[in-house]
């Protein structure tokens, strides 16, 4: 199993709403990763966790809080965002968060903030 | 501090024709390089990886890379450009242990019949 799995692969939100997306791999990586995308944008990292820690946060706004609750999940939970956060959302996994590493992405969730 | 520059934002290709898509960067220690491809909506497939060694860099679907230290430069090259390679590619640097990739602002190629 080499695939990273993201749920849902779209989601709709108001602003006063609290959602979770879900994140989920098999390949035994230690180290996961939230990028967020804008249309026509490269990804900017958002988080780094490994090992189960979290290691990077790239100041994100805080009502978004990612969760890492084994090695094979990780989670991002949303709380009040605002419409500029309306943007694809892609999870990632390497084998151990060493910079000479493959990232498996997912195929991420595409959010939209009403 | 590193970045990656791709000069190129839009190149359009016809079918059958060959495609270089250009990549600078700039890291003080070894780069660890890479190349990625993204169709619309969809995650990010690795075409290629450099660490060391050999600096020309074959690929998946036909594409292959060249480092050039000289020229702080890894340059995607493809023979013969298929319609499906139509996407958004990404170069990217291994940033130091710890953290992740450090992106480029993407190519988007379009192909032409």
């Known amino acids: 199993d080499t695939e990273v799995t993201q749920t849902p692969k779209h989601l709709v939100m108001g602003m006063t709403n609290k959602k979770s997306l879900k994140c989920e791999q098999h390949m035994g990586h230690r180290a996961m990763y939230w990028y967020k995308q804008k249309a026509k944008k490269p990804p900017e990292l958002m988080f780094v966790?490994?090992?189960?820690?979290?290691?990077i946060n790239e100041s994100v706004p805080s009502r978004f809080s990612p969760e890492c609750p084994n090695s094979s999940l990780l989670n991002l939970h949303l709380h009040a965002l605002q419409p500029e956060d309306s943007a694809l959302y892609l999870c990632?996994?390497?084998?151990?968060?060493?910079?000479?590493?493959?990232?498996?992405f997912g195929s991420g969730t595409q959010l939209s903030v009403l | 501090a590193q970045s990656v520059t791709q000069p190129d934002i839009h190149i359009t290709v016809s079918e059958g024709a060959s495609l270089e898509l250009r990549c600078n960067y700039s890291?003080?220690?070894?780069?660890?390089l890479f190349w990625y491809v993204q169709s619309p909506g969809q995650g990010l497939q690795l075409l290629l990886k450099?660490?060391?060694?050999?600096?020309l860099v074959q690929g998946i679907k036909g594409f292959e890379a060249e480092f050039k230290r000289s020229q702080s430069s890894f340059n995607l090259r493809k023979p013969s450009v298929h319609w499906s390679d139509a996407a958004e590619y990404f170069c990217a640097v291994g940033a130091q242990a710890g953290t992740a990739l450090i992106f480029g602002k993407g190519t988007t190629l379009s192909v032409s019949s």
């Open positions: 966790y490994s090992y189960e820690k979290l290691s």
């Open positions: 450099y660490f060391s060694g050999d600096t």
């Open positions: 890291y003080g220690a070894t780069p660890y």
């Open positions: 990632a996994s390497s084998t151990q968060g060493q910079r000479n590493e493959k990232l498996f």
